[in-house]
């Protein structure tokens, strides 16, 4: 029996003769080069067409020989109206060349790439490859090696694979339904927008133009007779995106938000609850997982109403925009999330790390952040506003691993007699509310407003709220 290999080698007794190396082909007239290369790679092609650009590099990347840094990859080959269709081949990747093709896929490609790592954009082209066989191995005849296939291309077969690619998800991001149950924010007034919704389950289905007779939308999984353990969410946080690894980062920017409607006193107290979270994709078919919950264990669920809507609306913009500063906006929302459920030692870096996506530059970047800090809340007391700085520089830089060893930690408190991890709390706070919101996004009252009523009236508590000591502006002389 005879199989074809390594990109059209016949491995059988009839092929005895010797490979053939193919002579490269010249560029015709119409093709040029663009100049420059990616981790040492040319970048050939017409300047205006990056798609065919990407192909040049993926084709480049493809050889019938194992080379430096060949990955072998086996396949069928498929496709439609293919004339080599099942046939077993096996294809040898460069891995330098193809990440030079993956890294030019993520910066001229689809928008969610970027949330891909570089070796799933890989992945992505490699299985374009596969599909596309038939294209890419044109110019290479039985018993013939090839050290690359680019050479062995012409450029109609080149145009007809950039038409492909373009069409494909490197290029074109598909549209997945991405269900998140959460369990400790509860819905008054339904969000929804194109970016992502808040829906109560009840009205789960309105999010869907033709709802799935096999929606059930009280219950995760929201599937009808799954025959496997289910719970009840309180909401569902919802998102139109290409994958879940985008709706995942776009969920953590979300919930960074939500996470700051808490009054400071309830945001980081939690109980023993058991909370669950879980995942449901709806495409052409339906996957769902359990997994850890999105949100820490609140002692009091966050509830959303209408008046949350304003802060709702300027997250959906950022969230559908590509511009740098929406984006360093919802990193800065997303650090905020991954400190809300951490102890407060280990809260503190991440907190630093939010004003570092908000205001750092990285030319000068205690200045920068400090400077921002004032613009947006301030002007606050620079001296302490800079220790403040000095303990964030310790922690991150290595000389203290946790905040507590360091020695500025316990001269902040000598000098102010406060807790400088909860006043960079306030103040990471203070600063994501008014620079992404500008004030839309408002915190809401602490729960149990009866039994707060009733302690003031008997003299418990202050009748009045006190600013927090660092939005104050004064002088401190040193220690």
């Not at 945001?267 to 979270?277: E, I, K, L, P, T």
């Not at 205001?359 to 220790?387: Q, S, W, Y």
Request: glycine share 6%; with cysteine; net charge positive.
């Amino acid at each position: 029996m005879m199989k074809l290999v390594n990109g059209g080698r016949l491995t059988a007794t009839a092929a005895r003769n010797r490979p053939v190396r193919i002579r490269p082909r010249k560029l015709c007239h119409t093709e040029r080069s663009i100049g420059g290369s990616i981790d040492g790679v040319p970048l050939t092609g017409p300047m205006s067409d990056v798609a065919l650009e990407t192909v040049d590099l993926l084709l480049d990347s493809m050889s019938s020989e194992v080379g430096e840094d060949g990955m072998l990859h086996q396949f069928n080959a498929s496709g439609e109206s293919c004339q080599l269709a099942g046939l077993y081949v096996s294809v040898f990747f460069s891995r330098r060349k193809l990440v030079a093709a993956s890294l030019h896929a993520r910066a001229a490609g689809a928008a969610y790439l970027r949330d891909l790592s570089v070796s799933d954009t890989m992945r992505l082209l490699t299985d374009f490859a596969q599909r596309n066989y038939r294209l890419c191995s044109a110019g290479v005849p039985f018993g013939a090696a090839a050290p690359s296939y680019l050479p062995t291309c012409d450029a109609a077969t080149r145009t007809r694979l950039a038409r492909a690619l373009r069409a494909s998800g490197v290029f074109t991001s598909p549209e997945l339904m991405v269900l998140f149950p959460l369990v400790t924010v509860r819905i008054s007034e339904d969000f929804t927008s194109p970016a992502f919704f808040l829906r109560a389950p009840a009205n789960l289905a309105q999010e869907f133009t033709v709802p799935p007779p096999e929606l059930a939308p009280m219950q995760f999984p929201p599937l009808i007779d799954t025959r496997m353990r289910s719970e009840v969410p309180a909401c569902w946080l919802g998102f139109r995106a290409a994958n879940l690894a985008s709706a995942e980062k776009r969920a953590r920017a979300v919930l960074g938000a939500l996470a700051l409607t808490p009054s400071l006193s309830y945001r980081h107290m939690f109980s023993g609850r058991a909370v669950w979270g879980g995942h449901c994709i709806w495409d052409r078919r339906v996957s769902f997982g359990f997994r850890e919950s999105l949100t820490p264990p609140l002692m009091e669920d966050i509830v959303l109403r209408a008046d949350d809507h304003a802060c709702l609306t300027v997250l959906a913009e950022l969230i559908a925009s590509d511009l740098g500063p929406a984006r360093r906006r919802l990193a800065a929302l997303q650090y905020y999330y991954r400190a809300w459920s951490l102890g407060a030692a280990e809260r503190f870096p991440l907190l630093c790390m939010a004003l570092e996506a908000l205001f750092g530059d990285a030319n000068r970047a205690t200045a920068a952040v400090l400077e921002g800090v004032d613009h947006a809340i301030g002007p606050l007391d620079r001296k302490r506003l800079t220790l403040l700085m000095k303990i964030r520089g310790s922690v991150i830089h290595g000389g203290a691993p946790d905040v507590y060893e360091s020695s500025k930690y316990g001269q902040y408190f000598r000098r102010y007699g406060d807790d400088p991890i909860r006043d960079m709390g306030l103040v990471v706070a203070a600063c994501l509310r008014q620079v992404i919101f500008a004030g839309a996004l408002v915190e809401h009252e602490e729960p149990h407003q009866e039994i707060i009523a009733q302690a003031k009236a008997m003299g418990r508590m202050p009748t009045a709220r006190v600013r927090e000591a660092v939005f104050e502006r004064q002088t401190t002389d040193d220690d």
